[in-house]
């Protein structure tokens, strides 16, 4: 059965603070890993990931996948109460398509001013 | 472009009934799902379809039917509700081999 895990569930901190989110993962024929951000209501697409080492960067927002270990790491810096949100990572089931996707639990992330 | 839109937003329903909740996607995508989101849970997969007439079960898909008959409609109809199918419920679709889901605004659904 495939699964992921973020930790830490929670995260509180202030503005201009950098924050890292963490996502492990084990699922058969990895093909890719993906992050979303959902604010008030639906999720939205960040970034998918499919080789090691390589870095996806969207203005302060950046990840990078360890094939090795497993993970990836969705770095915010300069953060700002506007990435007040939920982080969610995802892997698409069993290598065979993107019909199917399993999520994380999510990271609570607070930005205070 | 509406995206992808998801009536009604808000419902009660009492334990025993049925109803639908209704998906709709106007960006010709051929993947569509369904979620339900608990506290601390993530987003959990009820079910899911790659194409008109194509669906599968996901992680939980104990109490809930799908139909895949045209590619922008993916209705879910909770058969008999129970309190436990108390949650907020998404629907998303994507391009095939995309990973990249766009998103429903949500349906959230209280059982009593």
């Known amino acids: 059965e495939d699964k992921v895990v973020q930790s830490p569930l929670s995260l509180v901190v202030h503005e201009g603070d950098t924050v890292t989110l963490n996502c492990s993962y084990e699922?058969?024929?990895?093909?890719?890993l993906l992050w979303y951000k959902q604010e008030k209501k639906a999720p939205t697409f960040l970034f998918m990931l499919t080789s090691s080492g390589i870095e996806k960067k969207s203005g302060r927002l950046s990840s990078i996948l360890d094939k090795k270990e497993l993970s990836s790491i969705l770095n915010i810096t300069a953060t700002q109460t506007g990435d007040s949100a939920i982080y969610l990572c995802a892997v698409p089931a069993g290598g065979t398509s993107y019909g199917k996707l399993t999520f994380g639990q999510g990271t609570i992330l607070t930005v205070h001013p | 472009n509406a995206g992808v839109t998801q009536t009604p937003k808000f419902q009660v329903l009492k334990t025993g009934q049925s109803m639908t909740l209704q998906c709709a996607q106007d960006m010709n995508h051929e993947y569509m799902s369904w979620y339900r989101q608990d506290p601390g849970m993530g987003l959990r997969l009820i079910h899911y379809?790659?194409?008109?007439?194509?669906?599968d079960q996901g992680e939980v898909p104990n109490g809930y039917n799908v139909s895949r008959s045209t590619t922008e409609d993916f209705p879910l109809r909770l058969l008999s509700a129970a309190p436990s199918q108390t949650s907020v419920y998404f629907c998303?679709?994507?391009?095939?081999?995309?990973?990249?889901?766009?998103f429903g605004s949500g349906t959230r659904l209280t059982v009593v």
């Open positions: 998303a679709s994507s391009p095939p081999h995309s990973g990249g889901y766009t």
């Open positions: 379809s790659v194409g008109a007439g194509i669906t």
């Open positions: 699922v058969t024929n990895f093909r890719s």
